[in-house]
């Protein structure tokens, strides 16, 4: 009676993890043999990693992050520019915590979006916030936003952020609205917050997209002086794999 009234007590303090680990200990005899020392860092440990992984589901869902990449499935046997040490340093993530920014250019289909992924999952792991927008639809949710009045939220909500990834950056056209929002969007983050670009268009070219010259230098200033770049090239992923 006493264990049953202990476990219904621990699981109203939320302390799930301590639960499961009581339960094992109680159908595992040779977990039964080990000190109270050694059963009591099992619990702690057993909560911590419980906690952990709650953790990490939240914030992987809060990413919506475009495919499920994981950097240890990363593929460097193509040649497709991507140095192995390079992206070693990026999975730190002390870039994020500096408030850098990572710039990814290259060929559609040279597996951008999934290396912009698996760093936004490593973040999360890192215990990072991240969401994943591509950058038309991020400009449109904040046209909506200034329509309905809801901008100043948005907008702060986004500057919380540890990392926000742009994905498709430059593909389609941009209107004053948006060179304004963007440039919002990346002053909010100067020392505070990290943002990940994706982009077909190589970064020589991104000051002719802006159009406008002021906005374009303003841009380009907070964004590529603070900035890894990864320059892929090569065929398609897809296409090479569906060769295979």
Known sequence: MLIQQTIQDLKEMKLHGIVNMLEEMRVNTSLQELSFEERLGMCVDAERHHREDRRLTRLLRQAKLKVQACPEDIDFSTSRGLDRQVFSNLTTCDWISKSLNTIITGPTGVGKTWIACALGQQAARK???????????????LEIAYRDGSLTKVRAKLAKLDLIILDDWALAPITKRGRHELLELIDDRIGSGSILITSQLP??????????????????????????????????????????
């Open 203 to 244: 970064v020589d070219q991104w000051h002719e997209y802006f159009g406008e010259p002021t906005i374009a230098d303003a841009l380009l200033d907070r964004i590529l002086h603070r900035s890894h770049k990864i320059q892929l090239r090569g065929e398609s992923m897809r296409k090479l794999k569906k060769s295979v």
């Open 127 to 141: 215990g990072m916030s991240v969401i994943y927008k591509r950058l038309s639809r991020l400009l449109e949710e």
